[in-house]
């Protein structure tokens, strides 16, 4: 049996049965302060970091953006947990996807910051459609990345919906793949040597219709593939 944790929040749901699937041999636990189940990650062998709310600006030192953010887009309480969530794993080198502000978090903890606001930073095509449909565009991918091994193509579509992303790079971070306006797609180690299995991707792999694209499927499969050969 794998026990793979995951942060709780929005659309919860859909990122435990994206990773599942119909794998018998999977335990998803689901994470977060509501549950004041902190020590349940000590069961946990990898981690997901799942989308929500915005990241508090005063974690990246930049409390001048809060007139960009939506301040009840704010839940500072998982913040706080998810940092200490953090600091648990990469103690532990646990194997880590990240998914939306699961990037944004992440890429926030190891000392980058975020554009608070994408369209008022002039980027005006990576938020639902006015319609409430999910947004999809072109990501390119650098092939010689880590995402490239994974996915195996240099461009692909994904969707979009998010207002954030991420702006200064962690400097144990790099950019994998970026949209064509130069939005942060994805972030992975600079220098992977040694270190645990790490995959952040800005889309939501769990929502997309077409199961099947290497920027859902592969995504899936080489997170639980580095689990399962840690854990045999």
Known sequence: MITIGMTDGRMYDLYAEWIKGNEEQIEIIRIGYGFDNFSEVEKCQAMVFTGGEDVHPKYYDRLDYLPY?????????????????????????????????????????????????????????????????LREHLIHVDRYSQLFDIVAYTEGLVNSLH?????????????????????????????????PFLCLVQWHPERMEDVASPFVKNIRESFLREVKLLNS
């Open 69 to 133: 953010c939506v301040p009840v887009d704010f839940d500072e309480q998982r913040d706080a947990f998810e940092w200490e969530l953090l600091n648990d794993v990469t103690k532990r080198k646990l194997p880590i996807l990240g998914v939306c502000r699961g990037l944004q978090l992440i890429n926030v903890y190891f000392g980058g910051t975020l554009i608070p606001d994408i369209p008022a930073w002039g980027k005006f095509h990576h938020a639902k459609l006015p319609d409430g449909r």
């Open 163 to 195: 207002h954030q992303s991420a702006d200064k790079i962690a400097g144990d971070l790099v950019a994998s793949a970026i949209s064509s306006d130069g939005v942060v797609e994805a972030l992975e180690w600079k220098d992977k040597q040694g270190k």
